[in-house]
């Protein structure tokens, strides 16, 4: 019986600067990736979230699973900057998760900073 081609959940397992963004998608690790991407301590995750999405707190549950691990959450927020929803900030305050919500590309440099700081940082980036 043959198989069908079988479709993983994007995931590169550690942690990498971006090397780029534009177009839809991220550079990182000598890897590109078309979509949004979670950068937590555990790795690097696709994140179906698209420019104009509603940010709801279900859309971050990776990020609540790896909580104590971080204590920065920047959110690209596509190229405006978009406040996030009060239940968010809520929830992620909850979990004792800083969150700073600022563009792709200003979360995209902060991020790599704090990170070659060795900071407890992850980032959700949405794709532009």
Known sequence: MAKGIEMREAHFPGR???????????RFADMSH????LMLPSGIYAWGVAEGDLLAVAKFQRVFDEAPGIEVLLVGTGLEIRPLPVELKAALRAAGISSDPMSTGAAVRTYNVMLAESRAVAAALIAV
């Open 34 to 37: 078309r979509g949004s991407v």
């Open 16 to 26: 990498a600067p971006v090397d780029a963004y534009g177009n839809g998608g991220f």
